[in-house]
């Protein structure tokens, strides 16, 4: 059971008698109901505040998997043009992934982007968002097609996790993850992620490292599920909501502790409750940073993603050892 949607509905009953109330009143012009909608809306507001005013990590990691949250495709949709391109010339083409050319604010770029489906037919076609090897496969072709080419990739992040199928790893599901992630390390031109939805495990890492990290404001980034931390730390899964607190999986947490760049505000009732206003502050935000990465030579480029990895995970500076060194 999705939290957000069961105090979502409220919120939804709400919104239908405003609206039968504002139909009424345009039927009937001669008797006024303005008064009662403007109660009724005065109520929403505060009810929305109270809902989504100050989310916990769990409730985060609800909005990340909410049924009606905005996938990759509508993100794609809105690039000024885009030829998708298939296949990993090797096995076949995973669905799950969705690779071609396109165009943001005139400037090419390869997109990279996990998809999860809408309704059932759709997720059974989509493995959920969850990532063949072939799937990766595709990703590390089209990777090194947009360095011969000199086009920057940008990718968008929305899994739970790679498929963990027999199948998957029959066919190295481990091995393309791995070849995914280090092939990014040293693609000898910008890359930039955007964390949409669940950024899940593996999965989720192997289009991932990127000279910028953008994350929704509702979206998660972590190496495990709270379900999966929970039952591996604490054999019990139901110890999931104390999991997604301890995980640090939230925009905030991450760019904190230096993982993420920059984190891209959601209207108030997460992205699905205005997907045309989300999906254009992040592409004017992903705008923003290609032509930042863009002033950067490639050797300063490649020299400050190394040193952003590095960081990551530091706890003490130089400084501190040498003064607990001399002490």
């Known amino acids: 059971?999705?939290?957000?949607?069961?105090?979502?509905k409220g919120l939804l009953e709400l919104e239908q008698r405003i609206g039968d109330l504002k139909a009424l009143s345009e039927q009937h012009p001669e008797a006024s109901f303005a008064a009662e909608i403007r109660a009724l809306e005065e109520k929403y507001a505060s009810l929305q505040r109270e809902i989504f005013g100050n989310l916990t990590a769990w409730q985060k990691v609800h909005m990340a998997r909410h049924p009606m949250r905005p996938r990759a495709t509508a993100f794609i949709a809105a690039l000024d043009e885009f030829v998708e391109l298939h296949g990993d010339r090797a096995f076949r083409d995973d669905p799950a992934v969705i690779g071609g050319i396109g165009r943001l604010e005139g400037r090419r770029i390869l997109v990279l982007a996990q998809q999860k489906?809408?309704?059932?037919?759709?997720?059974?076609?989509?493995?959920?968002?969850?990532?063949?090897?072939?799937?990766?496969?595709?990703?590390?072709?089209?990777?090194?097609l947009a360095e011969k080419f000199s086009l920057p990739i940008v990718t968008y992040i929305d899994t739970s996790g790679a498929d963990p199928g027999i199948g998957a790893e029959e066919r190295g599901q481990s091995e393309a993850i791995a070849q995914c992630i280090l092939q990014l390390t040293r693609v000898r031109v910008p890359v930039l992620a955007a964390v949409i939805g669940e950024g899940g495990s593996g999965g989720a890492l192997a289009f991932g490292v990127a000279d910028r990290i953008i994350m929704l404001e509702h979206s998660i980034f972590s190496i495990a599920s709270p379900e999966g931390c929970a039952a591996i730390l604490w054999k019990d899964a139901g110890k999931a909501e104390e999991a997604a607190t301890r995980l640090k999986l939230t925009g905030s947490d991450l760019k904190g502790l230096g993982i993420v760049d920059h984190i891209v505000a959601e209207p108030l009732g997460g992205a699905h409750r205005d997907v045309d206003a989300t999906v254009t502050s992040l592409l004017r935000e992903q705008a923003s940073s290609l032509d930042a990465l863009a002033m950067l030579p490639l050797e300063r480029l490649l020299q400050e993603r190394y040193a952003k990895y590095r960081r990551i995970g530091s706890w003490q500076s130089q400084s501190d050892r040498m003064v607990r060194g001399a002490t």
């Open 1 to 8: 059971m999705n939290v957000i949607v069961e105090r979502e």
């Open 117 to 144: 489906g809408r309704d059932t037919k759709e997720n059974v076609r989509r493995n959920f968002g969850m990532v063949h090897p072939e799937g990766y496969r595709k990703g590390l072709r089209l990777m090194r």
